[in-house]
């Protein structure tokens, strides 16, 4: 099967069908480009999301990363930025395998293409010279043997004439003579080009154009096996990135299987752990009996017998922790405003964090020391005595951030009710109190609650305190009255008994002036005189979204 001999009278066809090749050649290319393009941004996208959700650093986010669930999102977010560079890996490889190659390819088979036709278009104008010339020689032999016979004719019409002279009759045979000669000699040459043509029309018909159209025919074949090659590379590409996209992929599948929820929930615990055990069961209080009325020692009162209570115009004025939450001032240096667990991780942390600070400024001093030692040998390099200052400057700061740590240590030795000797690694150890200090540290704990249990000042600082939360609380009188937020109606009735705290009877309205800050207390008003705090579980609170500090209420 050959173009040349199936189509040889097919040119205009093979010329169209062959510029339609080279069409859906470069078709294919854009194909490629866009499918680059796509991967690129594909993989631009992947990584704008991967970086959308990773935890900013030094914030508070970055500390919910120590949950096994939140380590495997992280290693998610990066197994998806390796997932993206494999996109780009396919859209580098396509570009330099597929469509620069193929960009290139079309150039030369398009010179190809071009030279292949201009040869048969140059064999096809010959062969129509040679079959011009062909009918030029037999217009002429066939208009030479027409004057031929019209010449003949004459001399006999002539010669028959009795009229004519005999010069005439000369005369016509000389012209009748001549008119046969030419005719003969049109012929001859006519006889001579037809040869001629029948012989370039076969090497036309049977040489030049098969050998054209033959390479044609294998310029397209190479053009259609070179598309199959590129389309081979083109799921070959794709084909090499599986085994590494299967491999970030496993990479999610193992960050899933590590997530641990009972580590998930020991740290809970030990974030919000608060250290003070739970109350004990409060005591029948006897109205019968005419005596005074007393709360167990063991309930949730921090009031004890001949306590008295700091009241002032319908005020309660002896509020302890946690009820002063409106204290402008900044957050107490021994973290006392927290319960004894939280206040003992935070002291651990500033502690650790003075010892890298100390660490910090003895490695500086030991570079100035190095470079003092330096300049004394070689006095050419600096002077040493410029360096007394900066390392006067490292002593004197190591020295304060070492008085600022054992001031530390000393709050954390105090609250984990430990010797200072006490090893770092128990210390960092211990989430629970040792049982020969247990005791101890229950009964302060027991001085130290407010009406919801949580932790206050020690009683041996009761009196001092009482003044400090007096002088607080003349500091709050100056100030306007706290606007309601919101109403809420009491579900039961609640004996305010304790500092701080306000009575309500069931089915009640109240205004709202504190929501709930995660303590199970919330702050309320019956009249102008009259507010305090009663527990949120106690209520049902209806938020004025429109108020000043309210929060959306769920």
Request: hydrophobic content about 30%; some cysteine.
């Amino acid at each position: 099967m050959s173009w040349g001999t199936e189509l040889w009278d097919q040119f205009d066809n093979l010329e169209k069908h062959t510029q339609w090749g080279i069409d859906i050649l470069e078709k294919y290319i854009k194909f490629v480009k866009e499918r680059t393009e796509i991967e690129l941004s594909y993989a631009k996208q992947l990584r704008n999301l991967s970086k959308k959700y990773q935890p900013k650093k030094n914030s508070k986010e970055e500390e919910e990363y120590k949950y096994t669930a939140c380590k495997a999102f992280l290693s998610t977010l990066n197994e998806m930025n390796d997932y993206a560079g494999q996109h780009e890996v396919i859209s580098e490889n396509m570009t330099s395998q597929i469509t620069v190659d193929l960009m290139r390819y079309v150039q030369e088979l398009k010179q190809e293409r071009k030279s292949n036709f201009h040869d048969g278009r140059k064999a096809q104008q010959h062969i129509e010279t040679c079959w011009k010339q062909l009918e030029s020689s037999k217009r002429r032999f066939e208009r030479d043997c027409k004057e031929a016979d019209r010449a003949q004719q004459y001399f006999e019409k002539m010669d028959a004439d009795i009229n004519v002279t005999k010069a005439d009759v000369e005369k016509a045979r000389q012209q009748a003579q001549l008119r046969h000669q030419m005719a003969e000699d049109s012929k001859a040459d006519y006889s001579s080009i037809l040869q001629r043509f029948n012989q370039e029309q076969w090497e036309y018909y049977h040489t030049h154009i098969p050998n054209i159209f033959q390479k044609i025919q294998e310029m397209e074949e190479r053009r259609i096996v070179r598309i199959g090659e590129s389309m081979k590379t083109y799921a070959e590409v794709d084909r090499q990135v599986i085994p590494i996209i299967g491999k970030c992929l496993d990479g999610i599948v193992k960050a899933a299987e590590s997530i641990d929820q009972k580590n998930d929930s020991q740290l809970v615990v030990e974030a919000y752990k608060s250290g003070f055990e739970p109350p004990g069961d409060i005591e029948f209080e006897d109205y019968t009996q005419p005596m005074k009325r007393t709360v167990s020692e063991n309930s949730l009162s921090s009031s004890k017998e001949g306590k008295p209570e700091l009241k002032f115009g319908g005020k309660s004025r002896g509020k302890l922790w946690p009820f002063i939450k409106k204290n402008k001032g900044a957050t107490p240096e021994d973290f006392s405003n927290l319960p004894p667990e939280q206040r003992r991780k935070k002291l651990q942390q500033k502690v650790d964090d003075l010892n890298k600070e100390i660490q910090k400024e003895m490695d500086q001093r030991d570079a100035i020391t190095k470079m003092k030692d330096v300049y004394l040998k070689n006095p050419q390099m600096g002077d040493p005595a410029s360096l007394d200052h900066k390392l006067a400057e490292a002593t004197q700061n190591i020295e304060k951030l070492r008085l600022e740590t054992q001031k530390f240590e000393a709050w954390l030795a105090e609250v984990e009710g430990r010797l200072p000797a006490r090893s770092e690694q128990a210390r960092r150890q211990s989430g629970m109190y040792e049982a020969q200090t247990h005791q101890t540290v229950t009964n302060c704990a027991q001085d130290r609650e407010s009406p919801d249990g949580s932790y206050t000042e020690e009683q041996s600082q009761e009196s001092e305190l009482k003044v400090l939360a007096t002088d607080f609380d003349d500091e709050f009188d100056d100030e306007e009255p706290l606007p309601a937020i919101g109403t809420c109606k009491a579900l039961y009735t609640f004996e305010g008994q304790n500092e701080g705290t306000i009575s309500v009877v069931e089915g009640e309205m109240l205004s709202v002036i504190e929501e709930d800050k995660g303590d199970g207390w919330t702050r309320i008003r019956r009249s102008e005189d009259e507010e305090g705090y009663v527990p949120t579980s106690y209520v049902e609170v209806y938020l004025d979204k429109n108020a000043k500090g309210a929060k959306t209420y769920i």
